[in-house]
């Protein structure tokens, strides 16, 4: 629901540590470069290597599971598919920084761990992603887990009825092995 649901264009998940967002982020980004020709999706956290650690593995797994035709570079973090899309998986961890992506033209953009920038994002967010996903009438999805204060940029967002917002827990992880309930 959280990545499919018809009409929201801006979206917030506001989840607990291994309730699966990561991989959903995934298979959804594989898919719609794989069904959307001549895109550009965009994942983002805080450093590069940080993208590397969360989500990378499961592009790969994913790929190499399911002998998805594409190119990966393992070195610039992008995915190339035939038809023209790509997945690029990259970060921002300073307002400097998230100036790499003005001008860019985005169909999805992920902002994952929302929770652990500074309030930059909200630049991030208004400035630069925004304007990129105009042309395609494209999605923005923030997630992350809840931050010690409830305060901050992420926070406002997943609050506010401008925005499709979501929650779940790693309970509600069909994947995840549940403990047994204590007598």
Same mark, same amino acid.
Do not use: M, P
């Given at each position: 629901e959280f990545l499919r649901g018809e009409g929201a264009r801006f979206r917030t998940a506001v989840c607990s540590r291994r309730a699966g967002k990561t991989v959903g982020i995934a298979a959804d980004v594989i898919d719609t470069c794989q069904n959307n020709d001549n895109v550009t999706c965009?994942?983002?956290?805080?450093t590069q290597q940080n993208a590397r650690n969360i989500i990378w593995g499961d592009i790969q797994r994913i790929i190499e599971e399911y002998q998805i035709d594409c190119k990966l570079d393992n070195v610039r973090l992008t995915v190339k598919f035939p038809n023209g *899309? @790509? =997945?690029v998986v990259a970060g921002a961890k300073d307002r400097q920084e998230i100036e790499k992506y003005r001008g860019w033209k985005l169909y999805k953009c992920y902002i994952d761990e929302c929770q652990s920038f500074r309030p930059y994002i909200e630049e991030l967010v208004n400035d630069i992603i925004t304007p990129a996903l105009r042309d395609l009438k494209g999605y923005l999805y923030l997630t992350g887990t809840p931050g010690p204060i409830p305060a901050g940029y992420f926070y406002k967002? *997943?609050? *506010? +009825?401008?925005?499709?917002?979501? @929650?779940?827990?790693? =309970? +509600?992880?069909p994947h995840m092995h549940n403990p047994p309930e204590l007598d």
């Open positions: 965009l994942y983002i956290t805080l *899309s @790509r =997945f967002c *997943s609050q *506010s +009825d401008f925005w499709n917002n979501h @929650r779940w827990t790693a =309970f +509600d992880n």
